[in-house]
């Protein structure tokens, strides 16, 4: 079953425009983790942020956690062509993750020059 | 260093046909992990590793057998290939972190087709 379910499923944005990506998870979970997969290549670990945590920020990535609401948002600011992929949260499977992740199906980032 | 490698980048099998998809890495990570993802699904688990000599399964294992004998390597065992399978695979592996918390590095994948 789907821990995670991202949404929407594809994002169609502008250079320079923002993009932000929700997530919905179903469990209670110590941190959530944001990926990304260009096409044809593995996925790229982009930040996780615990529970304890409400916002994290990593250059233009900035991610919101709300643990009540069980829910989770990536916003990339001023986004660029080379942002184009596929976004993905993740959650641990069971408590902590011991290198099992749940993942949800992915919003597909599509960034017009 | 390599991170994490996966051999072959392509595969075409017969259904009811065996084989192995390699993986190591060589970051020292005790976790390991197997994905398939299909279109559609994002990522399923399918087996896992929490160091040499353990593993255990993951969502979607059947058909699927792995063995971790060294911390570098976790191939991962299709033993009568059905067109079910037909998927691409990625291999994983992370620290141990604290507080429960594992960042995942994956290989590039193998694409997966069985006719």
């Known amino acids: 079953s789907q821990q995670g379910e991202e949404d929407p499923q594809a994002l169609s944005i502008q250079e320079g425009e923002n993009a932000t990506m929700n997530c919905s998870y179903k469990?209670?979970?110590?941190?959530l983790q944001w990926y990304r997969q260009n096409s044809g290549r593995g996925l790229v670990h982009l930040i996780l942020i615990r529970s304890n945590e409400r916002e994290k920020h990593s250059g233009r990535l900035r991610v919101t956690l709300d643990t009540s609401k069980k829910s989770s948002s990536l916003l990339i600011t001023a986004s660029r062509a080379a942002d184009t992929a596929s976004y993905f949260c993740a959650t641990p499977n069971g408590g902590t993750s011991y290198g099992k992740l749940t993942f949800g199906q992915g919003t597909i980032l599509t960034v017009h020059p | 260093n390599a991170g994490v490698t996966q051999t072959p980048k392509f595969q075409v099998l017969k259904t009811g046909q065996s084989m192995t998809l390699q993986c190591a890495q060589d970051?020292?990570?005790?976790?390991m992990s197997w994905y398939r993802q299909d279109p559609g699904m994002g990522l399923r688990l399918i087996h896992y590793s929490v160091g040499a000599g353990i593993t255990d399964q993951g969502e979607v294992p059947n058909g699927y057998n792995v063995s971790r004998s060294t911390t570098e390597d976790f191939p991962l065992r299709l033993l009568s290939a059905a067109p079910s399978q037909t998927s691409v695979y990625f291999c994983?592996?992370?620290?141990?972190?604290?507080?429960?918390?594992?960042?995942?590095?994956f290989g590039p994948g193998t694409r997966l087709t069985v006719t």
């Open positions: 994983a592996s992370s620290p141990r972190g604290r507080g429960g918390s594992y960042e995942q590095y």
């Open positions: 469990t209670s979970i110590n941190n």
């Open positions: 970051m020292n990570h005790e976790y």
